[in-house]
T-cell receptor, first 113, second 114 residues
Framework: DQQVKQNSPSLSVQEGRISILNCDYT??????FLWYKKYPAEGPTFLIS?????DKNEDGRFTVFLNKSAKHLSLHIVPSQPGDSAVYFC????????????FGQGTRLTINP | DVKVTQSSRYLVKRTGEKVFLECVQD?????MFWYRQDPGLGLRLIYF???????EKGDIPEGYSVSREKKERFSLILESASTNQTSMYLC?????????????FGSGTRLTVV
């Protein structure tokens, strides 16, 4: 049962344009949603998160939007830069009990010069 | 600089060997996790531990075991390695109060079973 889904395995965007990565989830009990970025041969690093009581969180070029009724979140990167080329994982967590992150399949973002 | 350190970046083992993957964190975190990353499947949780000598199965524990004798160290054991355990293995840790900020991951161990 895939509770967190990223349906686009890859995305290619022109440098300077907006990158939009999408994520869907099925468990309405999740309290927080997070995005991680992963370069090859490195571990994932935390990028940005959002509480389930909010619909938007912004940090510099990165904005995450949450639509609870649709069980959908998205990560917007504006403007996209070559260094943003990486695999992006969407993840979700409940704040009670053992705090286990549930990850999506990942989306490989390529920024073209 | 806080860290999660995995002992090996690359490992090649033979089918049937017993394999130990070691992970050490220096953040005094209560929770530690082992994931494997495979293309198209994302990160899947193998085992986790929320205290010394405590362990719980994740989503794909079959063929694996773990050991946590000290708070800072969490070991993943492949009792008898098989080719379908060829993967990238990622260790992570978190504080009980930082779920909002997620985990700190190690750099990963790429294991190849031949």
């Amino acid at each position: 049962d895939q509770q967190v889904k990223q349906n686009s395995p890859s995305l290619s965007v022109q440098e300077g344009r907006i990158s939009i990565l999408n994520c869907d989830y099925t468990n309405s009990m999740f309290d927080y949603f997070l995005w991680y970025k992963k370069y090859p041969a490195e571990g994932p690093t935390f990028l940005i998160s959002i509480s389930s009581i909010k619909d938007k969180n912004e940090d510099g070029r990165f904005t995450v939007f949450l639509n609870k009724s649709a069980k959908h979140l998205s990560l917007h990167i504006v403007p996209s830069q070559p260094g943003d080329s990486a695999v992006y994982f969407c993840a979700a967590i409940r704040d009670q009990g053992a705090q286990k992150l549930v990850f999506g399949q990942g989306t490989r973002l390529t920024i073209n010069p | 600089d806080v860290k999660v350190t995995q002992s090996s970046r690359y490992l090649v083992k033979r089918t049937g060997e017993k394999v130990f993957l070691e992970c050490v964190q220096d953040m005094d975190h209560e929770n530690m996790f082992w994931y494997r990353q495979d293309p198209g499947l994302g990160l899947r949780l193998i085992y986790f531990s929320y205290d010394v000598k405590m362990k719980e199965k994740g989503d794909i524990p079959e063929g694996y075991s773990v050991s946590r004798e000290k708070k800072e160290r969490f070991s993943l054991i492949l009792e008898s390695a098989s080719t379908n355990q060829t993967s990238m293995y990622l260790c992570a840790s978190s504080s009980g109060t930082t779920g909002y900020y997620g985990y700190t991951f190690g750099s990963g161990t790429r294991l190849t079973v031949v």
